[in-house]
C-alpha cells in the first residue's frame, strides 16, 4: 500500500523568509512517481513538479527547489524567499507503479501561511 | 482556453435530493478522475475512467454513480444526498502513460443541508 506523509500541519514564515515542506513515503513498488501540488485559498489544485524514482536530480525553478532522497523515502519542497502569494496548502502525492492508471495517494496537506 | 472545467461551482441542496456535477476536460487526455476533499482538506481518489471505461472504484457507496459519454467528459451523480457528501469534488484529467501529471478542475463544493 502507498502512503504519505506530510507531518507538518501549519508553517507560518514571515515574507522573505525560506519554508521547507517535508514529505515522506512509504511503497512497495520499485518505480514510482512522486508529485506537489499548491492549493491556493481560491481553492484550486495547482500542478507543481513531478519525479520519477529513478531520477534523483534535484531541481531549482525560480523561487521553488526540490530535494528527492530514495534513501529516507523524501521529496521535500523549499520556497526561497517567500511571498505572500505562496500561501497555500501544499500536497505531496505518491503513484506507484502498480497503479498503472495513475491514482494518486496524497499527504495530508501542509498550510503555508506568508505574513508580509 | 485549454482546461478541466466542473459545473457547478457551489451546489446547496437538502438531504435526500439527487444531484449530478459535470466534468469536461479539453487536453486531449484519455483518462479522467473524481476526487473528494473533506472539510479537513484530506484528497481521496473516487472514480476513475480510461476511453470511456471504469478502471478505478474505490470504496464509495453506491449512491455515486459515474458517468463518461466520451473521453472528454466525465459526470458524477449522487443519489440520496447526506449530510456527509459535503465536500467539494474534484474532476481531474491526464494522458495514460507512466506518470503523467494529473491536471485538476476548480472544484465543485457540495453542500448537504
Known amino acids: 500500500a502507498q502512503k504519505v506523509t506530510q507531518a507538518q500541519t501549519e508553517i507560518s514564515v514571515v515574507e522573505k523568509e525560506d519554508v521547507t515542506l517535508d514529505c515522506v513515503y512509504e511503497?512497495?513498488?520499485?518505480?514510482?512517481?512522486l508529485f506537489w501540488y499548491k492549493q491556493p485559498p481560491s481553492g484550486e489544485l495547482v500542478f507543481l513538479i513531478r519525479?520519477?524514482?529513478?531520477?534523483?536530480q534535484n531541481e531549482i525553478s525560480g523561487r521553488y527547489s526540490w530535494n528527492f532522497q530514495k534513501s529516507t523515502s523524501s521529496f521535500n519542497f523549499t520556497i526561497t524567499a517567500s511571498q505572500v502569494v505562496d500561501s497555500a496548502v501544499y500536497f505531496c502525492?505518491?503513484?506507484?507503479?502498480?497503479?498503472?492508471?495513475?491514482?494518486?495517494?496524497f499527504g495530508a496537506g501542509t498550510q503555508v501561511v506568508v505574513t508580509p | 482556453d485549454t482546461a478541466v472545467s466542473q459545473t457547478p461551482k457551489y451546489l446547496v441542496t437538502q438531504m435526500g435530493n439527487d444531484k449530478s456535477i459535470k466534468c469536461e476536460q479539453n487536453?486531449?487526455?484519455?483518462?479522467m478522475y473524481w476526487y473528494k476533499q473533506d472539510s479537513k482538506k484530506f484528497l481521496k481518489i473516487m472514480f476513475s475512467?480510461?476511453?470511456?471505461?471504469?478502471?478505478i472504484n474505490e470504496t464509495v457507496p453506491n449512491r455515486f454513480s459515474p458517468k463518461s459519454p466520451d473521453k472528454a467528459h466525465l459526470n458524477l451523480h449522487i443519489n440520496s444526498l447526506e449530510l456527509g457528501d459535503s465536500a467539494v469534488y474534484f474532476c481531474?484529467?491526464?494522458?495514460?502513460?507512466?506518470?503523467?501529471?494529473?491536471?485538476f478542475g476548480p472544484g465543485t463544493r457540495l453542500t448537504v443541508l
Open positions: 475512467y480510461n476511453n470511456k471505461e471504469l478502471i
Open positions: 519525479r520519477n524514482s529513478f531520477d534523483e
Open positions: 511503497t512497495r513498488d520499485t518505480t514510482y512517481y
Open positions: 481531474a484529467s491526464r494522458k495514460s502513460g507512466r506518470g503523467s501529471e494529473q491536471f
Open positions: 487536453l486531449g487526455h484519455d483518462t
Open positions: 502525492a505518491l503513484s506507484g507503479i502498480t497503479d498503472s492508471w495513475g491514482k494518486l495517494q
